[in-house]
């Protein structure tokens, strides 16, 4: 009987304890979701905690980098982020830091090659684009100029040929004028001989400048491959976060700037900062022509995030 009483009293409890928690565990989202909410959230905060230290760990040979050239690019690209928030937000740690590794990926080596010829051939586009353009504007120019020189030298031969009918009448009475419009045919004749001058002079300069630009386009198309290669986009570095243990690695480049660009957004990454939308901005998914610097964009998605 006593056993059957005291089931009763933890069968009531157990129900009471339930109806108690009941309202704190809301409708609207489980306990799975608020758990994993809440670990986002404390991963964010570790992410957001400065200094984050760094080291150059593994170095591949096949870069042909030494240690000192890695830490400087990953210092100026630290730097970069140092500069812009005012504050330490990395700290270079030769025990304590992350590893920040080289493994050259040949695969990967040969896209990023595939990508700087892109960006170069635009460069050379461009280039000709805007000196074509400033041809032609000049071309036309020019064009115009020497058919109103013409229109001058015909009226020109006009007047003469009439000066010279009039010197056939030549008489005392208008001797005076005749001269007169002698030497105003004379004057309008060595400025036409100058505006010829100036007129073939600049017509050989865009001659030349028409040399130069098919030069361009000659240096241009020698970058081309004699087998185009399909463009895909090179991963060149990545940044790992797991278990609040960070790693970064480093795939290829090709340049040292092409290098500080890449450790520039895997310590974006580093700081839990995502990918933007514009091209010029350092967290752009990809490596940009357009990609320089820190942008406005990166500093304001790291202030907003961490709440700098």
């Not at 006593?2 to 108690?20: M, N």
Request: aromatic fraction near 8%; include cysteine; charge should be negative.
């Amino acid at each position: 009987m006593k056993f059957l009483l005291r089931a009763l009293l933890y069968t009531l409890l157990l129900v009471a304890s339930y109806q108690l928690l009941l309202p704190l565990l809301g409708k609207d989202k489980p306990a799975p979701q608020l758990l994993q909410q809440y670990a986002d959230q404390a991963l964010q905060q570790y992410l957001c905690q400065t200094p984050v230290r760094w080291r150059i760990g593994q170095l591949d040979p096949a870069f042909k980098l030494t240690q000192q050239q890695a830490e400087q690019a990953a210092h100026n690209a630290a730097s970069q982020w140092n500069t812009a928030l005012g504050m330490e937000l990395f700290q270079y740690d030769s025990i304590d830091g992350f590893a920040i590794d080289f493994v050259y990926d040949e695969r990967q080596q040969q896209l990023l090659e595939q990508v700087r010829l892109t960006r170069n051939l635009q460069r050379y586009d461009a280039n000709i684009d805007r000196r074509l353009q400033s041809l032609q504007q000049q071309a036309a120019s020019l064009t115009t100029r020497q058919q109103q020189f013409e229109q001058a030298n015909r009226q020109f031969a006009a007047d003469a040929a009439a000066f010279e009918r009039q010197l056939q009448q030549l008489n005392s009475s208008n001797r005076s004028r005749l001269q007169q419009q002698q030497q105003q045919l004379l004057a309008r004749q060595q400025q036409l001989t100058q505006q010829a001058e100036a007129l073939n002079a600049e017509q050989q300069q865009l001659q030349r400048e028409q040399g130069y630009l098919n030069d361009t386009v000659a240096d241009r198309n020698a970058l081309l491959p004699a087998q185009p290669a399909e463009i895909a986009a090179a991963e060149v570095g990545i940044m790992q976060i797991s278990a609040r243990q960070r790693s970064m690695t480093i795939f290829a480049y090709t340049s040292t700037a092409t290098l500080e660009l890449t450790l520039l957004h895997e310590f974006g990454h580093a700081l839990g900062l995502g990918h933007t939308d514009s091209p010029t901005s350092a967290m752009y998914y990809a490596l940009s022509a357009q990609q320089s610097a820190l942008t406005d964009e990166d500093i304001q998605a790291l202030k907003q995030q961490c709440g700098f």
